[in-house]
Nanobody
Framework: QVQLQESGPGLVKPSQTLSLTCTVSGVSVTAADYAWEWIRQSPGKGLEWMGAINARGTLFYKMKSRTTIVRDTSKNQITLQLSSVTPEDTAVYYC????????WGQGTQVTVSS
């Protein structure tokens, strides 16, 4: 079975870089025709797509200036890095993947506060 698990700090200070890791089990993060994506949910913005990486390593971002996604094939992990965070980045962050959002992690709460 495929399982996704998000991990990272629950509290980040403004201006710092947020790093969240999605550990995938049951399928390779390089699986053909699959994409791995980060989505966040907040009361003010609802569901918001952050970025994705496909099987070939092509990257897609909503906020290119401060977002990057890194694939670690040896650890079978997908990491989201969001720089210069503000309180507006407070949200529950989800890792999802498959051909069309087939698999989801449970989500992890991130609060940006000083």
């Amino acid at each position: 079975q495929v399982q996704l698990q998000e991990s990272g700090p629950g509290l980040v200070k403004p201006s710092q870089t947020l790093s969240l890791t999605c550990t995938v089990s049951g399928v390779s993060v390089t699986a053909a025709d699959y994409a791995w994506e980060w989505i966040r949910q907040s009361p003010g913005k609802g569901l918001e797509w952050m970025g994705a990486i496909n099987a070939r390593g092509t990257l897609f971002y909503k906020m290119k200036s401060r977002t990057t996604i890194v694939r670690d094939t040896s650890k079978n992990q997908i990491t989201l890095q969001l720089s210069s965070v503000t309180p507006e980045d407070t949200a529950v962050y989800y890792c999802t993947g498959g051909e069309a959002y087939n698999y989801w992690g449970q989500g992890t709460q991130v609060t940006v506060s000083s």
